[in-house]
């Protein structure tokens, strides 16, 4: 197939672009490469791929509506995997308006690309920060998500309202995934264990919220590529026992819509994630405990039940072997 993959500079991206290369599907990847990390990194990441002749790369912003609309125009894509977003949670707070539009006017861009030119299959990334103010663990799609408690969760539940209003005017097909704290080789320097690994090894200490008592479903990057490039095969339906008087939030019985969590089903405390990063290292961390941080949530736990039964896979990579394959990528990058 012909792919259009934004945000292929990016952590999960360029992981899904290389995935699709070697099965022999043909990307079109766009990505801004924008400064709001070492954008160095980021050319590392592309430079993996970048000269595959199934590959095709577009430098430009989301938010730019003539760039994203050449795209579609002469590529014509037949399947869309939207990945790109401004990252960072905490960024979101100081930056709000470059948030919105990076996930929000950016994402109608998308959408609009998809209905003008016919894609068979929009897939996009949500994230597990929807469920918010949820407590009822664990964490179903079928579940309300209506209480974020941070704007880079809002702006992401707002894609999954924008694509199902696209996906029933338009009869565009939609799949979005809410992905469980990812982490593994190539990932990003604003992200916990990037940071973790680099104070440990500095000798420096780590600031470790809510005394490392929360437990999250830390999810390996080859499970959740598996995931992406899984639903992206099943094209979704309208759900035919879709009931209107009690709407399933995780379907639709008047568009071709899908909502699946990709995540760990075994979620680990944060001193835990810690400790297998200290063994790996050969190190002690230094550890600054401080209270939870406003917007964060104590606890994550995904159900991927309905990914299980029809996507037909199930995160299975645990802690001890995705953070000791992390430590070996940064090692060798960065030399360490």
Not at 17 to 46: E, P
Not at 95 to 102: G, T
Not at 296 to 305: G, H, I, Q
Request: overall charge negative.
């Amino acid at each position: 197939m012909k792919v259009l993959v934004t945000g292929t500079a990016g952590f999960i991206g360029s992981h899904v672009a290389k995935v699709l290369l070697a099965r022999g599907d043909t990307v079109i990847g766009f990505d801004s490469l924008n400064d709001y990390y070492d954008v160095t990194l980021k050319q590392a990441r592309l430079a993996r791929f970048i000269d595959h002749p199934n590959y095709i790369h577009v430098q430009a912003d989301l938010a730019d509506r003539a760039a994203v609309e050449q795209v579609f125009a002469h590529h014509k894509p037949e399947r869309v995997i939207n990945l790109a977003a401004q990252a960072g949670v905490r960024y979101a707070a100081e930056n709000p308006h470059v948030y919105v539009a990076s996930n929000v006017t950016g994402f109608l861009h998308i959408l609009e690309g998809c209905r003008h030119h016919g894609v068979q299959h929009l897939v996009y990334a949500s994230t597990s920060s929807v469920y918010g103010a949820n407590t009822a663990m664990p964490f179903s799609e079928h579940a309300s998500a209506e209480h974020p408690l941070t704007l880079y969760a809002a702006t992401k539940k707002a894609n999954e309202q924008m694509a199902h209003s696209y996906a029933h005017l338009y009869a565009i097909p939609t799949t979005g995934l809410r992905f469980f704290t990812v982490y593994g080789p190539w990932g990003r320097p604003d992200m916990a264990l990037f940071l973790f690994t680099r104070a440990i090894l500095d000798g420096k200490p780590i600031r470790v919220f809510n005394h490392g008592k929360h437990k999250r479903s830390f999810t390996y990057v080859d499970d959740i590529v598996e995931g992406v490039v899984r639903a992206l095969d099943r094209v979704p339906g309208k759900d035919p026992e879709w009931n209107s008087a009690s709407p399933d939030p995780a379907t639709s019985g008047v568009a071709p819509y899908r909502l699946y969590n990709i995540g760990n089903e075994q979620p680990v405390e944060l001193l835990r994630y810690i400790e297998v990063l200290e063994q790996c290292l050969g190190r002690k961390a230094q550890m600054e405990l401080l209270p939870l941080q406003a917007g964060d949530v104590p606890d994550t736990e995904a159900d991927v039940s309905d990914l299980i039964a029809n996507v037909g896979y199930r995160p299975q990579v645990q802690v001890e072997e995705g953070v000791a394959k992390f430590v070996d990528w940064y090692r060798g990058y960065y030399d360490a």
